[in-house]
Structures are given as C-alpha cells and as structure tokens.
T-cell receptor, first 113, second 113 residues
Framework: AQSVAQPEDQVNVAEGNPLTVKCTYSVSGNPYLFWYVQYPNRGLQFLLKYITGDNLVKGSYGFEAEFNKSQTSFHLKKPSALVSDSALYFCAVRDIDFNKFYFGSGTKLNVKP | DSGVTQTPKHLITATGQRVTLRCSPRSGDLSVYWYQQSLDQGLQFLIQYYNGEERAKGNILERFSAQQFPDLHSELNLSSLELGDSALYFC????????????FGPGTRLTVL
C-alpha cells in the first residue's frame, strides 16, 4: 500500500537540544516530499520540500530535512529546539507518477524549557 | 495569514442534511485542494482542482463533491451528512500543482449532530 508513516505519535525534547521527527514513505512513482506544521486551532504551514537536487533541504525556522532514497525516508531535523517549536508536524508525499497525495498521521513535538 | 480564506468558520447541522463549504485561494493560485482532518482518520486528501478542472482525487466519498469556478474559488458540497463527517475541513491553494507549496486556509469546523 502506498503511504506515509510517521512512527512516533509524540516526540519530547528539551529546549536547546537537537530534534528529529521521522518520516518514511512508500509510493509507486517518484516522490515530492513536504513537511508542514500545525499550531493549535490553525491551518497547516509549509516548512520545507524536496523536489529534486541536493538531498539536504533547508526550510523555515531553522528546520532541515534529508531525503534518503535508499531508506525512503525524509526525517525532519533542527539543531537546537525552541519551546515555540512545539506543534503538530505532518510529513506529506506527492506521487507525481500516479498523481496521488498522502499525509502522515502527524507527530506532536513537545519542547520543554 | 496565508491569503486563503474559508467560510464559514463553524457549521453545525443535523444528520441527513447538505452543506457547502467555500474557499477562496490566494491571488494568482490556480490549484485548490480540499482536506478533511478528524481525530480518528488524521489528515486526508480529498480532491484537487486546477484551473477549473479536477486534477487529482483522494479519499473523497461519493456523497461529497467539489467544483472550482471561473473566478477560481472552490466549493465543497457534503450531502446526506453522517455523524462521522464531523471534522475540520481545510482548503489549500498553490500556484500550479504538484511541486508547489500549498498554502492552507484556517479551516471550517463541521459538526454533525
């Protein structure tokens, strides 16, 4: 089945520490990969995307993600977490060959002072 | 503020009824996407329109339909409503399509009693 998996419902990290939010995908065609963030009672906001080119993508608010084709992963990372990063993070993939769009189940990031 | 507007913000209705949700994309965006976010099913892609034409279809029920008008605004019609249709419905827009960043509206919260 084609899908996006975010294996962790919740990630807890202390402020100032590095954070990783995991995402793996399974699609039949070539993927475009995205990360979005959702704050309480708000719509989703774009963080970053991988379309082609350099596997390391830098995005908004100091976030970055690395596309790993062999492991079919697109983990979101940040070197130093802030309390204000606490939110719900969604990984998404567009299967451009079959024109389908999938979202992961979301990972709640809690950054504690 | 993403520039995407959705009306109404909240909608309360009864089972069996029909409702229409409206979305106005960002100025210049040709693609409109509809999503459903519920506690049990997460974020589900419903359908995409590009310049008035249906472009991609996700997990949209037959009771649901959408269209994009010449002025590029879109409407999502939900009919024969069931309790399980209670959810947050998001609209997003992008300039063109597959690789473009999507900008999300604030959502319409639908409650079916």
């Amino acid at each position: 089945a084609q899908s996006v998996a975010q294996p962790e419902d919740q990630v807890n990290v202390a402020e100032g520490n590095p954070l990783t939010v995991k995402c793996t995908y399974s699609v039949s065609g070539n993927p475009y990969l995205f990360w979005y963030v959702q704050y309480p009672n708000r719509g989703l906001q774009f963080l970053l995307k991988y379309i082609t080119g350099d596997n390391l993508v830098k995005g908004s608010y100091g976030f970055e993600a690395e596309f790993n084709k062999s492991q079919t992963s697109f983990h979101l990372k940040k070197p130093s977490a802030l309390v204000s990063d606490s939110a719900l993070y969604f990984c998404a993939v567009r299967d451009i060959d079959f024109n389908k769009f999938y979202f992961g189940s979301g990972t709640k990031l809690n950054v504690k002072p | 503020d993403s520039g995407v507007t959705q009306t109404p913000k909240h909608l309360i209705t009864a089972t069996g009824q029909r409702v229409t949700l409206r979305c106005s994309p960002r100025s210049g965006d040709l693609s409109v996407y509809w999503y459903q976010q519920s506690l049990d099913q997460g974020l589900q892609f419903l359908i995409q329109y590009y310049n008035g034409e249906e472009r991609a279809k996700g997990n949209i029920l037959e009771r649901f339909s959408a269209q994009q008008f010449p002025d590029l605004h879109s409407e999502l019609n939900l009919s024969s409503l069931e309790l399980g249709d209670s959810a947050l419905y998001f609209c997003a827009s992008s300039v063109v399509q597959e690789g473009d960043t999507q900008y999300f509206g604030p959502g319409t919260r639908l409650t079916v009693l």
